[in-house]
């Protein structure tokens, strides 16, 4: 993929950078060679921005190419909104007092090229702002009223108005930006088409995909013609680079993970999962009314807000299980035995959120794993109680360790068929993408604990009878979106 900066006039851009070309806007919105099949990213780093400029224009006619601009149009709109400016810094309200604490002027400017400040000190305040406004070259303006620090305005900054003394380190932090992305795979039988993200979290003690899994996707994608790169929560302004992105990290709702997916979603690319996903598999108290409405079989179940409490005891008997709403990885599940108990743990569930799930406590040696993605089965498991616990999972306490329960694959053949059914039925309410659906099985009646979302993939467990075909199989359903979608914006 070639890499155009564009600029008003070449002779204004005083960096020099490998691989990149310097072209005049003009030439770019106008020469027939830039309007063709070229797959291009290209970098916006004319003077202005404003409505129906050059600067405006090559955004827009950038995206109506299919190639890859930075900025895209949306965020060139959001930085002419002074109010949604405001609007997106504020949850970078903390970081912002602290990162200027130590400022005794009134009066701040701080200067952001590709995500980065000359100054180490200012580089997490850099990078958030240059996540949520996704423009390469910013100057974002400070004010402090009554001892607080407010975002007054925010500007572009022009290839010609980069101080002297900057240019060196904006040649450096440009350099790496254009050069972040993998060599395009070599060697490939099949030529990279599409460009695929996999979000991923190196530090996650419970990732949903080990290492060598992560290998195997990656394996999977380029041989179906896939460049794939491994993203992580710092590269959120990078989103429009890609065709589609995976998420391979823990997702919740109030998280990075949600905000990627709905950036995603909004730049048009083939997510998995979706944000309509995250947000209603990670709340079990829509899913406790989603399943009940739609006669799908649980537990017995009481949403439990600060008027019914007395009502646990009578309808589920103890001991019974409590759930906060977004609860995960066995965290935020607690099995109660006594009315002391019942009443601690309900009260402290009830200080988080307005309503929690109390449940029936169903006693099983394993849980069925039935993965589904694209409406259709892809593996099932059973996922064993860790031992001498009631979960699949046990948490150590005083302690960040923990202790899982055996994984066994089964061959889908081998499956009850009411399991597989049911399973089918319950992910069908949340959408077509990649779902985990839990179910316990007792004599003959099945019910549905969750529908969880971003389910996990291990080598050594999931893929203990597809293999490489089980990585193949979600990679096709990548490929064949990404081409749909791309057949639909040519029609």
Known sequence: MSTLVIVNNPHDWPLQIPDVSVVSARAYLTNPAYNGQLRARVVN???SYRYQSLGYYVSLLAEARGHKPFPRVNAIEDLQTPSLVRLLTEDLETLVQKSLSSIRA???ELSIYFGRNVAKHYHQLSRQLFNLLQVPLLR?????HENQWRIHRISTIAANDIPVQHQAF??????DYFSGRKPWPQNKLIPARYDLAILHDPNDPEPPS????????????????????????ADLARLSEFDALFIRDTTYVNHYTYRFSRRAAAEGLVVIDDPNSILKCNNKVYLAELLTRHHIPIPKTLLVHRDNVEQIIPLLALPCVLKQPDSSFSVGVTKVKSEDELQQKVESLLNKSELIVAQEYLPTEFDWRVAILDRKLLFVCKYYMAPGHWQIIKHREQSHDFVEGATAVVPLTEVPAKVTRLALKAANLIGDGFYGVDIKQIGKRCYVIEINDNPNVDAGNEDGFLKEALYQRIMEVFLHRI??????DRR
Do not use: S
């Open 140 to 144: 974002v303006f400070f004010d402090r």
């Open 210 to 233: 080990n290492a060598l899994a992560l290998k195997q996707f990656e394996k999977a994608a380029e041989n179906l013609g896939l460049h794939v790169e491994f993203i992580t929560r």
């Open 106 to 108: 009134d009066r701040f």
């Open 45 to 47: 780093l004319c003077k």
């Open 483 to 488: 081409e749909a979608r791309k057949h639909g």
């Open 170 to 175: 904006v040649l450096e932090a440009a350099t």
